[in-house]
């Protein structure tokens, strides 16, 4: 068996009640770029990873929340993992358009993640 490194996190999203108050507490706070729209794209900031950088969004939500989400290198395994550690499914893995196929889990305690295959 080979040694498997560290899963780097390659997304993040916060869900906001008031997502106009936090695109724009966000924007002051750290200097960030931030669209307009139903999904407030976050763009990269210098030095961010390329080719695209890591980036994340900020959405309209019932609840506050902060999800991450981190790549993994077999979707399934990790699925079965989550649940062995106590951990449920969200979301049977789905293909993004254009991008990577996704699955979504909860830890222990409920806190969201998303697993991108890598």
Avoid: C
Avoid at 27 to 47: E, K, Y
Avoid at 57 to 73: C, E, N, T, W, Y
């Amino acid at each position: 068996m080979t040694m498997d490194w560290a899963r780097p996190v390659v997304h993040w999203e916060i869900h906001a009640r008031d997502q106009a108050k936090m695109r724009d507490f966000y924007m002051q706070m750290f200097n960030w770029n931030i669209s307009d729209g139903p999904i407030s794209l976050v763009a990269a900031g210098i030095g961010a990873p390329e080719p695209s950088g890591f980036t994340g969004h900020i959405l309209p939500g019932d609840a506050s929340r902060v999800i991450l989400d981190i790549q993994v290198l077999d979707l399934r395994a990790s699925m079965a993992k989550a649940e062995q550690l106590g951990g449920s499914i969200i979301a049977q893995p789905y293909d993004v358009p254009g991008g990577p196929t996704i699955a979504k889990i909860a830890d222990p305690e409920g806190n969201h993640i998303g697993l991108v295959q890598q």
